[in-house]
């Protein structure tokens, strides 16, 4: 046997492995795709929760966010529950009503096949 017939396999064995432990992983993550209040909405009425949808279902237990108040006044909020028509949807009520000013929302979900994303945005409420 030649060492051209041996040699071929062998590299072509060496590109597929490259080529397989190289390629990107398809990993999927929940992204915010929609919130209420929305982003850099101005709100005439106080809402009453925050309701964040993702594009795939999260762990509300690993999940959380930090509502705070005209930069740095933290605003209690209570706990998170999921949608249950819509695992992909978490809703935090608060625990006192909204008062006129300037809101940014941070929050980190674990999305069920467990990645984490997290995010953060404004409103306002007049």
């Excluded at 101005?42 to 009453?48: G, L, Y």
Aim: overall charge neutral; charged content about 10%; proline content about 7%.
């Amino acid at each position: 046997m030649s060492m051209q017939r041996i040699v071929a396999p062998v590299y072509a064995l060496a590109l597929f492995a490259g080529a397989v432990l190289c390629a990107p992983r398809a990993e999927a993550h929940a992204h915010l795709k929609t919130q209420y209040p929305a982003a850099n909405a101005t709100m005439t009425d106080a809402p009453q929760a925050l309701t964040l949808t993702f594009t795939e279902a999260v762990e509300p237990t690993f999940s959380g966010l930090t509502l705070t108040r005209n930069g740095n006044q933290q605003v209690p909020t209570g706990a998170i529950k999921t949608d249950p028509a819509n695992a992909a949807q978490i809703i935090v009520p608060f625990t006192q009503p909204l008062t006129a000013g300037e809101y940014q929302v941070a929050w980190h979900v674990v999305s069920v096949d467990g990645h984490k994303t997290q995010g953060s945005y404004t409103f306002s409420v007049k």
